[in-house]
């Protein structure tokens, strides 16, 4: 059978494609304006197996899930691997667009993963939002903070953002003008604060879907807001196993040599997903302070005896708490202490 070759360069106005053959002979050329029908004409009009290759962006999720009924496969690249594309000295939508369709034919690119699953697309927007209002509104406390100090005002813990504790701080303000800024971060937080709960409500309406999140919110330190984090980001537990889980939420150990001499000291990977590292990290310190002992303090402690080593223990630890999870998603059982010595991690 035939095959052939798409590659897009995907804009808000409009899409370049370029179609290639097995020799790399470019067979149809086109920019037309963004609309679902103008892309799946392009594919549909290739005759024989056509292959696409997008680049990650905004739109790169939508345009997947619009062509996979209509084409074999349609791939998402990781941009910053693409140096052909993004460093060229000449660039243009339909040479970019050429450059992919080329990319794909040789097989020379990094596949960013975007999920199949109509509904676990659109509940990782969800997730993803609460993420942002939450790192906003952490933003503004900090803002709020510094310019009191600005101002001679220094405070500590939490107090100076209730009503009470902000008119205070307010009342030893003696500048018009920055106490009106004050005010307006003031506002800002306010109105952060009812964002993040309405996204909070949302995101828990979403988790009904996801039979899962109830079972993974029974694991200690985890509930119901981590439980959902890890389902929006992981998407699908077949994509995984325990190793290449903990190497995705940089927690895997890179090693550099040259001649078989090591270069440097080992360290954690910086590529992947940090929400994942976070949200272990997050679990583990909960899991730490409950007042009952439990599993998980129980194998960070057996590791730290072992390793004589906080951090390294609170990194095993760490992926032992993902691994369970993904466990648990993927068998769909339901948690029991026993699941902490039963899932392993090499170097744990």
Avoid at 36 to 53: A, D, L, P, Y
Avoid at 75 to 87: E, F, G, L, Q
Avoid at 229 to 249: C, E, I, M, Q
């Amino acid at each position: 059978m035939r095959r052939v070759y798409v590659g897009m360069d995907i804009g808000s106005k409009q899409y370049a494609a370029v179609a290639v053959d097995v020799r790399g002979k470019m067979v149809d050329s086109e920019v037309f304006r963004t609309s679902e029908r103008n892309m799946i004409s392009f594919c549909e009009k290739q005759k024989g197996s056509v292959t696409v290759m997008i680049e990650e962006g905004e739109l790169a999720g939508w345009t997947a899930r619009t062509l996979r009924p209509h084409v074999e496969r349609v791939m998402v690249s990781d941009p910053r691997r693409n140096a052909w594309v993004s460093k060229a000295g000449n660039k243009n939508d339909p040479l970019d667009a050429a450059k992919l369709a080329e990319l794909l034919r040789l097989g020379s690119y990094s596949e960013v993963w975007h999920p199949e699953n109509e509904d676990i697309a659109e509940f990782k927007l969800v997730v993803q939002r609460y993420d942002e209002c939450s790192k906003k509104l952490a933003r503004t406390k900090i803002q709020i903070k510094a310019l009191l100090r600005r101002q001679g005002v220094i405070t500590s813990g939490k107090g100076v953002y209730g009503l009470k504790g902000r008119q205070a701080v307010l009342d030893k303000i003696e500048s018009e003008p920055v106490l009106k800024l004050v005010e307006l971060e003031y506002e800002m937080h306010d109105f952060l604060v009812c964002a993040k709960a309405k996204a909070l409500r949302i995101l828990k309406q979403q988790s009904r879907k996801f039979p899962v999140i109830r079972r993974l919110k029974n694991i200690p330190g985890v509930g119901p807001v981590l439980a959902a984090r890890f389902v929006a980001y992981v998407g699908d537990p077949n994509r995984f196993n325990k190793r290449t889980l903990a190497s995705y939420s940089c927690l895997g150990v890179v090693k550099r040599s040259s001649d078989g001499s090591p270069i440097g000291r080992e360290r954690l990977s910086k590529a992947g997903n940090y929400a994942l590292k976070d949200l272990s990290r997050t679990a583990f310190e909960r899991a730490k302070v409950t007042k009952r002992s439990n599993g998980i303090t129980e194998f960070y402690q057996a590791s730290l005896a072992r390793t004589n080593s906080r951090t390294n223990a609170r990194l095993n630890t760490q992926r032992k708490i993902l691994a369970i999870m993904l466990a648990m998603w993927r068998d769909g059982t339901e948690y029991c202490e026993e699941m902490v010595t039963g899932v392993a991690f090499a170097g744990s």
